[in-house]
């Protein structure tokens, strides 16, 4: 959550000429309404299970670029399909970057309920590891540009092919 998943996926997917997909906006087209309303009325279950079925349909596809949800890496079927069907690549940012960069948490039900450094820190404990469990690149997201990671993506993508 923050770590730039969408943003660089929609540069990356552009300068590679794929179809860029965002996991989190197929399930809101899908069910008609945003994330947080989701939440709210099915809880985090409920939105899990969405989350699975699409990235289930989605992994299917070729020569997408794709971004998921910061938590889809929790349940083992996700980390599966991404991992069998595709180049995993863990935009890397540290709890502190993250909640600078997500500060207010509009649209972000996880963050509306408490200390948001201390959730962020939290979320990060658990879904650290098992990004890198899966990764096939990990980029650090600090300081550099978006162009600067996609191109430090590319060669990566590049180097490993």
Known sequence: MG???STVGKVLAKK??????????VIEERCGVKIPVIFE???EE???????QVIREIT??????LATGGGAVLFPD???ALREHGTVIYLHANPNELWHRTKGGDGRPLLLNGDTKKILG????IRDPLYRE??????????????????TLIMQLELSA
């Open 134 to 151: 899966i990764a096939d690149h990990v980029i650090e997201t600090g300081k550099p540009s978006v162009n600067q990671l996609v191109n």
């Open 3 to 5: 770590a730039g998943k």
């Open 41 to 43: 009325m099915e809880g």
């Open 16 to 25: 590679l000429g794929r179809r860029f997909l965002d996991a989190d906006h």
């Open 122 to 125: 939290n979320l990060y404990t």
């Open 78 to 80: 996700n980390r599966q």
């Open 46 to 52: 409920g939105f899990r299970k969405r989350e699975a």
């Open 60 to 65: 299917a596809e070729h020569d997408i670029v």
